[in-house]
C-alpha cells in the first residue's frame, strides 16, 4: 500500500514540525531564565565573570523571542491575510536579534565550554546579524524573493539553537557510555553540528523553492518553440 503526500502537506508537516519544537525550546529557555536564579543555568558558569550569567539571560530573552516569532512569519496564509501584523512582528524580531546577538557575543567571550564552542558561537552571532542585515536591506528595496532567501538562511540560523539542544540529548546518551566525554566536547561538537545541519537545509530549501522554479523558467524560456 502507498501514501500519496502531497507537497503541500509536507510543507505543512514540516512548519509544524519547525513550529512546535521552536516554540518549545524558546518557552522552555525563557521560563528557565526569567527566574534570574543562577544555580538554574544550563550551562557551567565562569566563576571568575559575575556578568556571565547576566549575559546569558540578556541573551537567552530575547533570542526566544526570536525562535518563537520565526515560524509565523513564515506562513503564507498570515503574511497575506495580515501584512500589517507581519511587519509589526518583523520590527520585534528584527530588535530582538540585534540584543540577542550583542548579549551573545559577550556571552561567547565569558564561557567556560573552551575555544572551539566560543568560536562556534563568534561565528554563528555574526552570519545571523549578516543574514538579517540583507534580509532587511532587501525588503526595504521591495525585493520580495531576495529578503525570503535571507530570511530562510536567517532562521535556519536560529533554529540552530532547537538542533543544539536535540545534539545535547544525543550528547547526554552517549556520555553514559564513554563517561569520559566532558561537557565542554559535547557542547562544542553540538554547536558546530547544529550550525552544519542548518546551514545545509537552508541551502536546500532556497535552491529547491526559489532558485530552481527560476532556472527552470528560464531555460524553458530559452528554447526556440
Ligand atoms: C543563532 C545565534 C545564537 C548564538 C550565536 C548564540 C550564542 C550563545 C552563547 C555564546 C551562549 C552561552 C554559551 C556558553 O556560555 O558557553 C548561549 C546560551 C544560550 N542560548 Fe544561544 N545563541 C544563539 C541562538 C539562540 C536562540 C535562537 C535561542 C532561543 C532559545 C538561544 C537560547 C540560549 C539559551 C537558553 C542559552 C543558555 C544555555 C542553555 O540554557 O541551554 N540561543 N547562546
Known amino acids: 500500500m502507498t501514501f500519496a503526500v502531497s507537497r503541500r502537506s509536507r510543507r505543512r508537516i514540516a512548519w509544524t514540525a519547525v513550529a512546535v519544537s521552536a516554540v518549545g525550546v524558546a518557552l522552555f529557555s525563557a521560563v528557565t531564565y526569567l527566574t534570574g ?8 558558569l565562569n566563576p571568575a565573570i559575575a556578568l556571565h550569567y547576566l549575559t546569558i539571560v540578556a541573551h ?5 523571542l526570536v525562535l518563537l516569532i520565526g515560524p509565523f512569519q513564515f506562513a503564507a496564509k498570515l503574511r497575506t491575510r495580515r501584512p500589517k ?3 509589526v512582528l518583523g520590527r520585534i524580531y528584527v530588535v530582538s536579534m540585534i540584543f540577542a546577538a550583542a548579549a551573545a557575543l559577550a556571552a561567547a567571550t565569558f564561557s567556560v565550554d573552551g575555544i572551539s564552542a566560543q568560536i562556534a558561537f563568534y561565528l554563528l552571532a555574526v552570519a545571523w546579524l549578516y543574514t538579517l542585515y540583507r534580509g532587511y536591506t532587501f525588503i526595504r528595496q521591495g525585493q520580495i524573493q531576495l529578503h525570503r532567501i535571507w530570511m530562510i538562511r536567517n532562521y ?10 536535540g545534539f545535547l ?8 557510555i564513554v563517561p569520559t566525554l566532558s561537557f565542554a566536547d559535547i557542547y562544542s561538537t ?3 553540528g547544529s550550525i552544519m545541519v542548518c546551514v545545509v537545509v537552508a541551502e536546500y530549501f532556497v535552491i529547491n523553492r526559489t532558485v530552481a522554479p527560476l532556472v527552470r523558467k528560464r531555460q524553458a524560456a530559452d528554447i526556440p518553440s
Open 190 to 192: 553540538s554547536a558546530w
Open 169 to 176: 540529548g544525543i550528547g547526554a546518551a552517549a556520555k553514559s
Open 156 to 165: 535556519a540560523l536560529s533554529f540552530a539553537a532547537v538542533v543544539l539542544r
Open 60 to 64: 537567552a530573552l530575547p533570542a526566544s
Open 37 to 44: 536564579d543562577p544555580t538554574l543555568s544550563r550551562i557551567p
Open 85 to 87: 501584523l507581519h511587519r
